[in-house]
C-alpha cells in the first residue's frame, strides 16, 4: 500500500497541474462531442433513461469536476457509472488510481480497451468493476479514499449513501446530480429543500453545493441543469443509537413534514403522548417540525426514543 501511494503521489507531482491546453496535450486525449458518439456506435450503445444515462461531452466539464474534487496526490478514487470514459480518463490525466464501477456490462467491458486507446500511459491504473453500486460485495484493493462521479439522476440519493456507510475509507466526495438534488443534499434547516436526504448526508459529512452545471455538456441533452456536491467525512454527531435508528427518526418526522413532531414521531414511540415526553426529555419542543431540526437534534431525539422501541421494531 506504501508503494501504492508514492506511485500516485509521484505520478500526481507529474500531472497535478494538468488544464491548460498545453499541458493537456502531453496526457490523455479526453472525450469530446464526436469520441462519445463514435464510441456510442462502436459499441451499440443508447442511453438508457431507465438508468439515468446521460454522457459527458465536455473536456472543460470533466477536469472542472475533477478540481473542485480538491483530491490530495495520493488519493484512489471510486467512480461510479463511468459510462464512455469522460471523467474517468480526466482522474486518470490527473495521475490517480481509479476504481470505476459500471452496471452496464457492455460499457464496464468496453472502458478498459477506450482509456487503452485514449490515455495508454495511464491505463494500469484503471480498475473496473461490473457491478450494481448499490449492491456491492467488495471492491479490490486499494481502498478508495474518494468518490468523485457523475451519478445517474435516478438513483443518485441511495447510492451515494449507500457508498458513505458501507465504505468508511472514503474520506471525501465531489458528485454531479440533478440541480434539485444539489439541493436537497447541501440544504440548511429551514429551508425549502432541506428534507431526509439533507439530514442523512449531513449524518455522514459537512455538503456544500460545488457548482452549476448546464445541459448542453451532455449528450443526450437532460431537461434539468445539473449541480456539483462536495463532501468531506466527518466523525457522526455523538449518540447511544445507532445510525438505523436516527435514520428512522428522519424518515418518520419528513414522512409527515407538515405534522408537529409529537405527531409525526407517535408511530415510533407508539402514542402521541409517549412522543411528547421523549422530545421534552430530548430537549426538543415538541411542536417543532422535521424541517427545523439538524441532524445534532435528530441524533439526540434517537437516543431517547430507541430505549422506547423493541427489538423488533
Known amino acids: 500500500m506504501a508503494q501504492l501511494r508514492r506511485r500516485n503521489r509521484a505520478a500526481c507531482d507529474i500531472t497535478g497541474h494538468v488544464g491548460s491546453d498545453s499541458s493537456a496535450s502531453a496526457g490523455p486525449k479526453l472525450l469530446g462531442p464526436a469520441d462519445v458518439r463514435s464510441l456510442a456506435d462502436r459499441y451499440g450503445v ?33 467512480e461510479v457509472g463511468p459510462g ?9 490525466e490527473r495521475g490517480h488510481e481509479v476504481t470505476a464501477v459500471e452496471i452496464d456490462p457492455v460499457l464496464a467491458g468496453a472502458l478498459p480497451t477506450t482509456v ?30 474518494a468518490l468523485v462521479a457523475n451519478l445517474p439522476y ?10 458513505l456507510a458501507e465504505m468508511p475509507s472514503l474520506e471525501r466526495v465531489l458528485v454531479m446530480v440533478q440541480l434539485e438534488v444539489a439541493d436537497r443534499l447541501a440544504a440548511v434547516p429551514g429551508s425549502k429543500a432541506y428534507g431526509a436526504p439533507s439530514v442523512k448526508a449531513a449524518w455522514y459529512a459537512d455538503v456544500r453545493r460545488a457548482g452549476l452545471v448546464g445541459r448542453t455538456v451532455f449528450w443526450p441533452t437532460p431537461n434539468v441543469d445539473s449541480g456539483l456536491v462536495a463532501m468531506r467525512r466527518r466523525i457522526p454527531p455523538e449518540t447511544t443509537a445507532t445510525r438505523q435508528q436516527v435514520f428512522a427518526v428522519v424518515d418518520a418526522a419528513f414522512g409527515q413534514r407538515r405534522k408537529m413532531l409529537r405527531s409525526a414521531l407517535a408511530g415510533l414511540t407508539g402514542s402521541t403522548a409517549a412522543a411528547e415526553a421523549a422530545l ?10 422535521g424541517e427545523s431540526l439538524d441532524v445534532t437534534d435528530f441524533a439526540r431525539i434517537a437516543g431517547v426514543i430507541s430505549p422506547l422501541r423493541s427489538p423488533a421494531t
Open 154 to 163: 435516478n438513483v443518485a440519493v441511495p447510492v451515494l449513501l449507500t457508498l
Open 84 to 92: 464512455l470514459g469522460s471523467l474517468t480518463l480526466a482522474l486518470l
Open 116 to 145: 487503452s486507446e485514449f490515455a495508454p500511459k495511464q491505463a494500469s491504473r484503471l480498475q473496473v468493476v461490473q457491478a450494481d453500486a448499490l449492491r456491492l460485495s467488495g471492491l479490490p484493493r486499494p481502498e478508495p479514499t
Open 46 to 78: 443508447r442511453p438508457v433513461k431507465q438508468r439515468g444515462q446521460n454522457f459527458v461531452i465536455d473536456a472543460n466539464t470533466v477536469r472542472r469536476i475533477v478540481r473542485a474534487a480538491k483530491l490530495a496526490c495520493d488519493d484512489v478514487v471510486l
Open 280 to 289: 421534552v426529555t430530548a430537549g426538543v419542543d415538541p411542536t417543532r417540525r
